[in-house]
């Protein structure tokens, strides 16, 4: 699944189980987010930023896995241990074991079906290279069909719960991109990838990915994704920066709420399920897992390149 599908479909499950133990919800809160963005580069459909930057120019899914596998470890791993640490008052406190045995059911049982099934077509349809959209919606959508026929539950209520108000949110995110463009945004973008071509790849590549990471929170990464892409289709930049673009626009976004879609979807999740967590709670958690982290896997692109 994508880092956005992850952290709305997730989030309210660990949630649930963080409940029934009794134990400090913060740790586990936070890995739904932080690690579904870390993540996300693992494959070009692990987050919609990804197709955005490379478009047309997408790389075959060996390529891809050749570019991006041992940094989405590193990616992974550092977020998992840094936020371990900064969790580690939390985790030492006590929690309590589930009493009896849950098992799923058949409605449970479908709906994990179905999110297999999902994955399975958002991975055939990258494959193929079909826009992604309406065959991941159609298979949503036919799952959800089962399981209210088998339920026999009105759709009226699964429609209420849905978060409308993502939807506006999402479309003023790419009027900022043309907003942001017509301000000779694009033009700023191309240059600086010019230049940055002619320095010391280790120098440029930690300088773009660091600019691009920290860039996220104060735009977004959807829309800085769709300008930056713009610039590296309509002037190819070296390889070696595509992907410091890359893990600057998928990581970049770990240092605040503000960062990601996935982010801003994960926190409507939470306050949905009577929850609250502050921007400056994650901030806090962000500022001290993502810049090492970020290092790490830039680090790690440059050994790839080597």
């Given amino acids: 699944m994508s880092n956005d599908a992850t952290a709305v479909v997730l989030t309210p499950a660990v949630l649930t189980a963080v409940k029934r133990a009794k134990a400090r919800p913060m740790p586990c809160l936070l890995t739904c987010a932080l690690?579904?963005?870390?993540?996300?580069f693992v494959l070009p459909i692990s987050n919609p930023a990804n197709l955005v930057v490379f478009d047309s120019a997408m790389p075959p899914l060996g390529r891809w896995l050749v570019m991006f596998l041992l940094p989405s470890a590193v990616s992974i791993v550092a977020t998992y241990f840094l936020l371990r640490w900064y969790s580690r008052n939390d985790l030492a406190q006590p929690c309590h074991a589930a009493d009896g045995n849950f098992t799923l059911t058949a409605a449970g049982r479908i709906s994990?079906?179905?999110?297999?099934?999902?994955?399975?077509?958002?991975?055939?349809a990258s494959a193929l290279r079909w826009n992604l959209g309406l065959p991941t919606c159609l298979a949503a959508l036919a799952v959800t069909a089962i399981v209210l026929v088998r339920e026999k539950t009105s759709p009226l209520r699964l429609v209420r719960e849905i978060?409308?108000?993502?939807?506006?949110?999402v479309a003023a995110l790419f009027f900022i991109v043309e907003a942001v463009?017509?301000?000779?945004?694009?033009?700023?973008?191309?240059?600086?990838?010019?230049?940055?071509?002619?320095?010391?790849s280790v120098v440029t590549t930690l300088a773009?990915?660091?600019?691009?990471?920290?860039?996220?929170n104060l735009v977004n990464n959807l829309p800085l994704g769709l300008i930056t892409?713009?610039?590296?289709?309509?002037?190819?930049?070296?390889?070696?920066?595509?992907?410091?673009?890359?893990?600057g626009i998928d990581l970049g976004p770990n240092?605040?709420?503000?960062?990601?879609?996935?982010?801003?979807?994960?926190?409507?999740?939470?306050?949905?399920?009577?929850?609250?967590?502050?921007?400056?709670?994650f901030l806090k958690?962000?500022?001290?897992?993502?810049?090492?982290?970020?290092?790490?896997?830039?680090l790690a692109a440059l050994l790839v390149a080597r």
């Fill in 255 to 281: 240092l605040s709420i503000t960062g990601s879609l996935a982010t801003i979807l994960w926190l409507i999740a939470i306050r949905r399920e009577g929850m609250e967590v502050t921007g400056t709670q």
């Fill in 163 to 169: 978060s409308w108000s993502v939807l506006p949110l």
């Fill in 181 to 200: 463009k017509g301000a000779g945004a694009l033009h700023i973008l191309q240059t600086a990838l010019s230049w940055a071509e002619h320095g010391p």
């Fill in 112 to 124: 994990l079906f179905g999110i297999l099934a999902v994955a399975a077509v958002l991975l055939i």
């Fill in 208 to 216: 773009v990915g660091a600019a691009i990471g920290i860039g996220t």
């Fill in 285 to 298: 958690a962000g500022l001290l897992i993502m810049p090492p982290a970020l290092l790490l896997v830039l």
């Fill in 35 to 40: 690690i579904a963005n870390a993540a996300s």
């Fill in 229 to 247: 892409g713009a610039a590296i289709q309509s002037a190819p930049a070296h390889l070696l920066l595509s992907k410091a673009v890359l893990i």
